[in-house]
């Protein structure tokens, strides 16, 4: 039986991590959730996704990414004429508070670390999305 069918798109989702694994695991819970899902492996690739396609209406974000970093990407979102108000979540194995505080400070909407729950990340975006 297959229940995406009958559930309408909720949304467009990035999810930047350059852990294949990670990935697997985001992409599975959100498609599950009936988000459309693209992937980026890196930050570099992340960024130029930004340009193609239809808008993004949500991003999650690794901090520590080869080519940029989570927060070059945020930076580069939140310059964006398209994205700049669209909410992100960084998810990272970085749990200090300094990169907590700078994420927050750069335009996050949130910051969970690794590992996490897949139930928590998925209300935590509906949670920001009824909000908008």
Request: hydrophobic share 45%.
């Amino acid at each position: 039986m297959d229940t995406q069918s009958s559930l309408p798109t909720r949304g467009r989702i990035l999810v930047a991590d350059d852990e294949p694994h990670i990935r697997r695991v985001l992409v599975t819970i959100l498609q599950s959730a009936s988000f459309e899902v693209q992937e980026a492996h890196d930050g570099a690739e992340a960024k130029a996704k930004l340009d193609t396609g239809p808008a993004f209406d949500f991003f999650i974000l690794d901090l520590m990414m080869p080519y940029a970093s989570g927060l070059e990407v945020l930076d580069a979102i939140r310059a964006d004429a398209v994205h700049r108000h669209v909410p992100v979540i960084i998810l990272t194995a970085k749990g200090q508070d300094t990169d907590r505080e700078a994420a927050l400070a750069a335009g996050a909407d949130d910051f969970l670390t690794k590992p996490f729950s897949p139930k928590k990340l998925l209300s935590r975006i509906q949670e920001i999305l009824a909000e908008r």
